[in-house]
């Protein structure tokens, strides 16, 4: 099984944003979301003696790829995104950046994924949910066998991610949820920013508030 273990910043410069290291029992390890340019990633994996094997990325707003260099400084590994928000990491318009005190860009090499993709980097495979509402390229990701979802922006504690943002759709914010509704009950949802959840609990939600079918 997977253990999660959960970066929580209270800065409003880094947008209260998540970051979550996945660990299996092997001690590999991927990072979601590195959203802070500071040693405490680096330190946990090096303290625990995690041999980091890759960076995930839900979206291309800057305030979830921050910490991208740190962990670069120190590891070699590959980055994935999805493929429509590939190009948006080195736009500060499209990236939101422009609207913060500094701009930020991330010149990196990536690996683009797509809806259903599998990524083989842990001892349980990780597919990839594309949800493309919040940004056009937004994906979640899915580790089955541990009933895990990391949500980025798409999902949220009792909310959704806004659509109104550079490159987001609003039309297609009901086809992205309802595909991550058809997950189980008992999955647990790691969400971008705030606490965390369940899809029980957002299924619960998201049919009081948008009417939807869930399943």
């Known amino acids: 099984m997977i253990n999660v273990i959960t970066f929580n910043y209270d800065s409003i410069e880094e947008l209260h944003s998540n970051t979550f290291i996945a660990i299996d029992s092997s001690f590999s390890c991927v990072v979601i979301d590195p959203s802070k340019d500071y040693d405490g990633i680096l330190n946990y994996i090096k303290s ?3 041999t980091l094997k890759g960076i995930l990325l839900t979206h291309a707003h800057f305030d979830h790829f921050i910490g991208v260099n740190k962990l670069k400084e120190v590891y070699d590994v590959p980055i994935y995104i999805g493929y429509e928000d590939v190009e948006t990491l ?3 318009e499209e990236n939101c950046s ?4 500094y701009i930020f860009t991330m010149n990196y090499k990536v690996t683009p994924v797509g809806d259903n993709e599998i990524i083989h980097l842990l001892e349980e495979d990780i597919k990839v949910i594309y949800t493309p509402y919040h940004t056009k ?3 979640c990701y899915y580790l089955d066998k541990s009933k895990i979802l990391f949500s ?3 999902l949220f504690y009792h909310g959704i991610g806004r659509s109104d943002l550079p490159t987001g759709n609003a039309s297609q914010t009901i086809s ?4 991550i509704m058809t997950l189980d009950d008992e999955v647990k949802v790691y969400v971008g ?7 029980k609990e957002e299924r619960r939600f998201l049919n009081v508030y948008l009417g939807m079918i869930s399943k």
């Open 137 to 139: 390229g937004s994906v």
């Open 152 to 154: 980025g922006d798409s």
């Open 90 to 92: 080195t736009n500060p």
């Open 193 to 199: 920013h705030g606490k965390n959840t369940s899809i």
């Open 176 to 179: 992205s949820l309802k595909k």
């Open 98 to 101: 422009y609207m913060s005190p």
């Open 48 to 50: 625990h003696n995690l």
